[in-house]
């Protein structure tokens, strides 16, 4: 039996700790999909601007079968329109954001279903949101990095990225 084929062992009880949140840069879950049809280039013109300070990505807990995500987006963060190949239920802990034509706040959330394309911009305290995933696993398909897009993303991170600095988490919880 290949390794990827034998059955993963899921503790029946685990406690986890935000102060060990794990940096999805340094071995997160989520992968980038090649096949998606933007060009997403974290380390080219979005990262020179700052893309990178605008967020924090901390995965909190992982087991087989499931996720659980911290993300605090500053104030405006140009997240791109996007996907994943799993369910994700998205809670609030603190701040707000537009989806859409939708403003949500504190205990507010929304759930999407595997490869459902969506963005959100984060308000003026930015948003913090636990990210619970039916997948240890996932992509990233970016489907919104147009020049046009891109544009727009470096002139927000132009205004934005000096004041991200003195910026705090809108609950003042701090995670890895």
């Not at 239920?89 to 939708?102: H, K, M, N, Q, T």
Request: glycine share 14%.
């Amino acid at each position: 039996m290949a390794e990827a084929d034998k059955p993963r062992f899921a503790p029946p009880f685990d406690i986890f700790r935000a102060a060990k949140g794990k940096d999805y840069a340094a071995d997160g879950p989520m992968y980038m999909d090649p096949a998606g049809p933007g060009g997403f280039d974290d380390g080219g013109a979005l990262g020179e601007a700052g893309f990178g300070e605008g967020s924090q990505v901390k995965l909190l807990y992982s087991r087989p079968g499931m996720s659980l995500t911290y993300v605090w987006f500053k104030s405006g963060f140009p997240l791109p329109r996007h996907s994943h190949n799993a369910d994700c239920l998205y809670f609030i802990v603190a701040g707000s954001l537009r989806l859409g034509s939708e403003e949500l706040g504190p205990g507010d959330g929304f759930f999407l279903g595997v490869d459902v394309p969506y963005t959100y911009v984060p308000g003026p305290q930015g948003v913090e949101v636990l990210e619970f995933r039916t997948s240890d696993h996932f992509d990233f398909k970016d489907l919104g990095m147009t020049e046009a897009w891109m544009g727009k993303a470096l002139q927000t991170l132009a205004e934005r990225r000096a004041s991200w600095a003195d910026e705090g988490t809108p609950s003042g919880m701090k995670v890895g």
